[in-house]
Each structure stands twice: as structure tokens, then as C-alpha cells.
């Protein structure tokens, strides 16, 4: 049996039709040409994510916020309270959640500005999704320049990941934030702030040098005897034992040194005040804060009082940050799973169940309630609902003067 029929045979096997192909790892090649992540993903999780407390908590904020929203299928102006869509987002494999995987995408999108997502067919429709780690993926381009494929490699095995054979559509999804200088990858957050990031990272681990090292001052003794001459040996281990036994290590820290027999201290760098550490190292972090869209009041950093108050910084954060993100992410997925003839599909973030959003809500179905000039279907029309009203309520509804805000979500 030859290469192509073993293999043929293996993914046709009963026992693999389930199976995301990526976790089969097939070493299977076929014609195209890959182009690579042009930068290291594995050292901006490591030293960013992973080692950097501003960064590890604006990732974590904006990932769970938008993986927390709630999302809404519309088909055409009509919402859609059932649909296998839902049921695959809800349930998208046995050992994960939908929040669980949504927050996955978000985390890959703003560490390495890629996110994909596999799509597993049974019966010739999609049954789970499985995302892939963006630094095992890279684009294969077509002879017209377009993405035609992925690979996804790991343990130096590599399987490729192409059109569907059942519907003819592809079986990855690429999610990527816009790239300048970049056709097929996408800009990381993380990569605009690179430089704070380093700053910041540089100063935490001079403070814990300095916490380790503080009684090895950073300058010089020198000896000034009235003749000009130099310690004898005797003096010199002596001066260098007091030194080590008591003035090293953090116990020690901030320990005055007394110097005797001619014997002056000439320092040789810079004070932690002078190089105004504690400033610079919080101008960092707010860049950082910056580079992610996060207020930096929310992550706890001292000196912005941009925002009046916390809640207005939370709602700026949701605004600005998480809903635009949690909308293109699901306009794309909704593109994705489905139909490939096209219904008018719609999948779009539900900004009325955001908690942090209902004094914005309750205000505008207050202004809208007590608009005696609006009709009822033009009231559901101005607070994002459909014009016509559920068959249980009369044509114009208690709407129209109570102002009461649990009416416009009646249906």
C-alpha cells in the first residue's frame, strides 16, 4: 500500500472522524508555501504575560470580560432563541466550555495578535471547535498570494489543515488584529508596549537586586592616609570581612556604613531617588495600560486621574475595549459556522446584559420611556429592539409613560 493510501485510509478510520486533525498530528504534506511568524511568540508570553504583573492582569481582564459577554443570534431583524450555532458555541468540545475557549481566542489575539480556531466535522456538519496555539501555525499561501491552508506543527510533526472535503470551507479560522507591515499575521498589543515592558521588567529586577545586594554599595573606598599610602594586607580582609558579614543581604539594607583611618566613601551611581525609579516604573506601566486599552486606574496604577471616578473607567474599559473586541470576534465566527449560502445571520455581543453597562441602560429606557411623542414600536426601535411588539401585549404598551426599564426588554 502506498504513502498516499495509508494515509488516505487512516483519516477515513471510524474511530478518527471525531477527532480534531491538529490533535491526530498526521504528518501530511502537500503542495504550498509556508511563510513564517516573523517574532518570537514564546518570548512575549514568557516575558510579558508570564512574568509581567501588568501585562498578565490586562490580558486577564480583557479575555474574561469579553468571553463573559453575552452573545445573540439574529437572522435577518429576527433574534433567534435556538440554533445549532448557539448549541456549538455553548458546548464547542467535551473538555471545554464556551467561555473557556472564547477567553483562549482573546488571550492568543492580545499576547501574539493571532487567534485560530478548528472546526470538527461529524456527519458533515461542525460539532466542536478546538483552538490551536498561534506559534504552532503558519500560513500556507496559494499560487495567488491568498492563505490557502495551515500547518500546524509540534513535537516535529506537522498536519495540514485545508479546505473541508465535505462542504468545500475552510476548517481554520484565522482571527488577527491589524498588522501595518503585515499581509497574513497580526499585530500584538503586547508589541506596540515592548519598550515599557522592558522598562518595567528592567526595574523590577533592579529592585530585587538592590534588595539582595544592598550592603555592596555601588561605589568605592578609598583610603586617604596622611602619608598617601595603601591598607596593608591585614587591614584589607579585615575591611572586606565587616563588609560581607555586615553590610550584605537585604537584612542589612539601608545599614549606615562607618568608615575609620583615613577611609572616605565615593559613590558611583545613582539613588533610587535621583533616577526617580518609582515614577518611571509607573509611567511604564501606564503605557503598557495604554497599549492594551485598559484605565489604569482599573489595574491599580497611581498618579491618573484621567477617569472622574472608578465606575467611569470600567465603563470606558467596557466600551472602548471589550465590546469592540467580543463584536469582531463574533461577527467573524458567525461568518464561519455559518451557512455557507448565507441567511443574514447576525452574531453580536448583548450590551444589555453587561452589568457594568445598566446605569447607561436604565438612563437611555428612562429618557426613551418619558417620549411622549414615540410610539411604542418606535420606543423597542430607539433601545436596540425589534418594531414589532409580542402578540401578549397591546399595541401600545406601558412604555409609553411609566419609564419603567424592565418593559422595553418584554419579548
Known sequence: MGLKSMLESLLHTPGEVKASRAGA????????????TPRDYAALAREGYARNPVVHRAVRMISEAAASVPLVLYEEDRELDRHPLLDLLARPSPMASGTALLEEVYGHLLVAGNAYLERVLIDGAARELHTLRPDRVKVVLGSDGWPEAFDYSVAGRTVRLGPSEADGRPTVLHLKVFHPLNDHYGFAPIEAAQVSLDLHNAAGAWNKALLDNAARPSGALVYGGAE????????????????????????????????????????????????????????????????FGVPPMLLGIPGDNTYANFQEANRAFWRQTVLPLAGRVAEALARWLGPAEGTGLRLRPDADRVEALSSEREALWRRVGAADFLSASEKRVAVGYGADLPPDLPPEGSVEGGGDTSTPGAG
Open 228 to 291: 598617601g599610602g595603601n591598607l596593608s594586607d591585614e587591614q584589607f580582609d579585615r575591611l572586606k570581612k565587616e563588609l560581607e558579614e555586615g553590610y550584605q543581604g537585604p537584612r542589612n539594607a539601608g545599614r549606615p556604613l562607618l568608615l575609620e583611618g583615613g577611609l572616605d566613601w565615593k559613590p558611583m551611581g545613582f539613588t533610587p531617588r535621583d533616577m526617580d525609579f518609582i515614577a518611571a516604573k509607573n509611567q511604564a506601566a501606564r503605557e503598557i495600560a495604554l497599549a
Open 25 to 36: 498530528l498526521l504528518a501530511f504534506h502537500a503542495a504550498g508555501r509556508p511563510v513564517w
